[in-house]
C-alpha cells in the first residue's frame, strides 16, 4: 500500500439505506418538538450504497443501487478501474467478496477444505489453551 498509494482503493457496500430528511434545530421557543415518524415501512424502497475510496488521491465516491447484487457490484468495481485506465493493477480492499454468489465468485473454496481447517485452527487452539476470542483459559496460565 505505502509502494502504490494511487494504486489501492477501499470498497464497501452500504444499506439498505432509507434517504429521508432530518430534523435540524432553530431558535424556536422550546416545546413539543415535530418528529419524523419511523421508517418501519418503507413505501419508497431502499437504496444501497456502494462506496468507494481512492487511498492516493484521498476521494470517496459512490454510485446508489436500487438492489444490492452481483451486477450492481461488478459495476461498482468497474468504477475503480474507470479511475485508473493503463491497465496497471490496482489493489482493492474489501471486507464482504464472499456475500456475492456466482460466476465471479467460482474459485470459492471447497466446504470440505474449509471444515478441515476450522479443524485444524481448533486443535492448535487447544493445544495452546486458548478460548475462541483469543484469551487463555484460567487453569492454563
Same mark, same amino acid.
Given at each position: *500500500?505505502?509502494?502504490f498509494p494511487?494504486r489501492?482503493?477501499?470498497?464497501?457496500?452500504?444499506?439498505?439505506?432509507?434517504?429521508?430528511p432530518t430534523?435540524?434545530?432553530?431558535?424556536?421557543?422550546?416545546?413539543k418538538?415535530d418528529?419524523?415518524?419511523?421508517?418501519?415501512?418503507?413505501?419508497?424502497?431502499?437504496?444501497?450504497?456502494?462506496?468507494?475510496?481512492?487511498v492516493?488521491?484521498?476521494?470517496?465516491?459512490g454510485v446508489?443501487?436500487?438492489?444490492k447484487?452481483?451486477?450492481n457490484?461488478?459495476?461498482?468495481l +468497474?468504477?475503480?478501474r474507470a479511475?485508473?485506465?493503463?491497465?496497471?493493477?490496482?489493489?482493492? *480492499?474489501l471486507d464482504?467478496?464472499?456475500?456475492?454468489t456466482?460466476?465471479?465468485?467460482?474459485?470459492?473454496?471447497?466446504?470440505?477444505?474449509?471444515?478441515?481447517?476450522?479443524?485444524?485452527?481448533a486443535?492448535?487452539?487447544?493445544e +495452546?489453551?486458548?478460548?475462541?476470542?483469543?484469551?487463555?483459559?484460567?487453569?492454563?496460565?
Open positions: *500500500m505505502e509502494h494511487d489501492v482503493f477501499a470498497f464497501d457496500e452500504f444499506g439498505p439505506l432509507g434517504i429521508r430534523g435540524g434545530s432553530c431558535w424556536a421557543k422550546q416545546g418538538p418528529r419524523l415518524p419511523a421508517t418501519f415501512h418503507r413505501t419508497h424502497g431502499v437504496t444501497y450504497l456502494h462506496g468507494c475510496y481512492s492516493g488521491d484521498d476521494r470517496l465516491w446508489n443501487h436500487r438492489r447484487g452481483t451486477i457490484t461488478l459495476a461498482a +468497474k468504477s475503480l479511475a485508473r485506465p493503463d491497465g496497471a493493477p490496482i489493489y482493492i *480492499m464482504n467478496l464472499s456475500a456475492h456466482g460466476s465471479r465468485n467460482a474459485n470459492a473454496r471447497h466446504p470440505v477444505v474449509l471444515a478441515a481447517q476450522r479443524r485444524e485452527r486443535r492448535i487452539r487447544r +495452546k489453551s486458548i478460548r475462541w476470542g483469543g484469551r487463555p483459559l484460567a487453569d492454563a496460565a
